[in-house]
């Protein structure tokens, strides 16, 4: 590989800042067409139907027409390394929960200066149903050894960023790894059906209230380490930092977000809505990593006053979006409707955009722009 550090080092380097009003490039939108984020109207689905959840994959999807052949190794500091084919893994008690996933990136188009990298808007999102075993039942089957720190999970996938060749990895440390609430998963199964390619067939990774990274795709080698993992996706990508050479923090849990479900309908360009004048509802989801959402707020007047959204109870699903809705009377003209969202914790949504070179974990007030005709004017 040599050579390719210097021919795919800096200039073409994701979550760098902009050159001064660089637009979107035609790399951002290969991209963004690969990568393809959640309809916000889809938004209305409890569990997100097959194919409107959003995708993100750094590399290539792995071609794995069926998972009959695939093993998962699970060694490093355990008593009994583990060698499991997907039969194997059936064997283990099976748990279903329902997850809200989020990419850390979620909002990065937003801010000013635009880290140049997948340029999501708000719609890195989705909500399914994983099946799989508990990592810590596999973890308990192979006998952690007392000097363990983490978990460094390793996906089928390879690829080179920022000239660094390398599988993609991600650590969790080992307190998260073998939590029982939330569970986290080696998960076969979407929805009731075999994972599919792009969401990470046969194995992959769930860690209910993490952003996405967290969530390794095309699982094949769990290790279990004595000392924190330094990989690339770890110590280089998903740190929150003001300056290239700061060492930042590490991205982990989902920010509290609302989102709304744009009402009426949209233009094709500008994606502006268009309601009639009159009495309507305004609905949406949201969801917080860190603690139960408590409190949704609306604004229908460019913030000037917030008001109280009508939540729905969690369902038995505590690390799912929650739907919201409130009332609003739409009266001819141009508004912005605002939303945020709150959790139990006291985490909430900024009203000015929390900038990082990254653009991770940008959770600022979402706001939609509407237009009510006049019905005087359109005769
Ligand atoms: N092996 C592997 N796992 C991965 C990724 C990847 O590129 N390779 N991308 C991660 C990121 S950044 C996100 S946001 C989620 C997206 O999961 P989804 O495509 O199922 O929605 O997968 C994560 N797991
Ligand atoms: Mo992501």
Redesign the pocket.
Known sequence: MAGMGARLGDASAPARPPVSDEAIGRDELALATRNHGLPLEALRYDLTPPGL???????DIPYVPDGASWQLTLDGRVRRPLRLGLADLRAFPQVTTRVT?E???NGRALLTPRPVSQPWLVE?V?TAEWTGVPLRLLLEAAGVEDDAVEVVLT???HGVERGVEQD?QRALPLDVALGAEPEVLVAHAMNGAPLPP???RPL?LVVPGW???A????LRGIRVVDEPFTGFQQAVAYRIRQRPDEEGEPVTRIAPRALLIPPGFPDFMSRTRVVGPGGLTLEGRAWSGRAPVTRVEISTDGERTWRRAGLAPDGGHPWAWRSWRADWTATPGEHVLSARATDAEGHTQPLRQPWNRGGFANNLVHRIRVVCPDPEELG
Do not use: E, I, P, S
């Not at 959840?53 to 590399?59: A, F, R, S």
């Not at 969530?215 to 095309?218: A, D, I, T």
């Open positions: 959840h959003y995708v993100l994959t750094h590399y996933l990419c850390a990136g890195a989705g996906g089928a996938d993609y792009q969401h990470g992959r952003y996405g990274m969530h390794v795709k095309w």
